[in-house]
């Protein structure tokens, strides 16, 4: 079984849509991230959530809005699409926070907006 | 400003030794981690440094140096299915991991 999983791998879509990438992860963990990876493939975090609280928004445009309905599911929904939001999102998990727990990553949804 | 530097691009041959080097400038330090991503895949845990010196774990082993704000990835008896990029990552005193770009090393028969 999957550790961490997202859905879907690809998405392709237009200028000014609104989407959303679904995160689940299996392992029992009590946080879960959402990273950015653009062409320079820095990483760099959006968002985590810790027992459905978020702990840490770094900067992100409020058209990005993570969603957790339970702590083994943390969803990115991203209004009016841009063309700089184009990249590769990352979901990940680890056991705690403030602590320095492995971050365990799903496979990535690589996001083209036309 | 929080600072992870580490090469953009290596080139080494099969079966050989590669060094990967890390240097880093947070603001606190909670731990470096190393992780190996394929392309077009995720980031996998490698190692874990928190406290000064080498750990080993099979053909791969990290040292780390809090003082210098050093750290190296060492990869010994090199295979082609290491080529991959590097990540470095140092979790800060909130916590937050810090992400250097990545080295991706090519592996040459």
């Known amino acids: 079984d999957t550790a961490v999983s997202q859905t879907p791998k690809y998405l392709v879509t237009q200028m000014g849509n609104d989407k959303s990438i679904k995160c689940e992860q299996n392992?029992?963990?009590?946080?879960m991230y959402w990273y950015k990876q653009d062409s320079k493939k820095f990483l760099k975090i959006m968002f985590s959530?810790?027992?459905?609280?978020?702990?840490i928004n770094e900067t992100v445009p409020n058209r990005f809005s993570p969603k957790s309905p339970d702590k083994a599911h943390l969803n990115l929904h991203i209004n009016s699409l841009e063309l700089g939001d184009s990249a590769v999102y990352f979901c990940?998990?680890?056991?705690?926070?403030?602590?320095?727990?492995?971050?365990?990553f799903g496979p990535g949804t690589r996001l083209t907006v036309l | 400003g929080q600072n992870i530097d580490q090469p953009t691009e290596m080139t080494a041959t099969e079966g050989a030794i590669v060094q990967i080097n890390c240097t880093y400038q947070?603001?606190?330090?909670?731990?470096l981690f190393w992780y190996q991503q394929h392309a077009g895949e995720a980031p996998t845990f490698l190692s874990y440094?928190?406290l000064d010196g080498l750990e080993e774990k099979g053909r791969f082993s990290s040292f780390l140096s809090r003082s210098k704000g050093y750290s190296y990835l060492l990869l010994k008896e090199l295979q082609m299915k290491d080529s991959a990029s590097y990540l470095c990552?140092?979790?800060?005193?909130?916590?937050?991991?810090?992400w250097g770009a990545g080295t991706k090393l090519i592996i040459k028969p």
């Open positions: 440094n928190v």
């Open positions: 392992l029992g963990h009590d946080t």
């Open positions: 947070t603001s606190g330090f909670n731990g």
């Open positions: 990940a998990s680890s056991q705690g926070a403030g602590e320095a727990d492995t971050q365990y």
């Open positions: 959530y810790n027992n459905k609280e978020l702990i």
């Open positions: 990552a140092v979790m800060d005193s909130n916590y937050q991991l810090i």
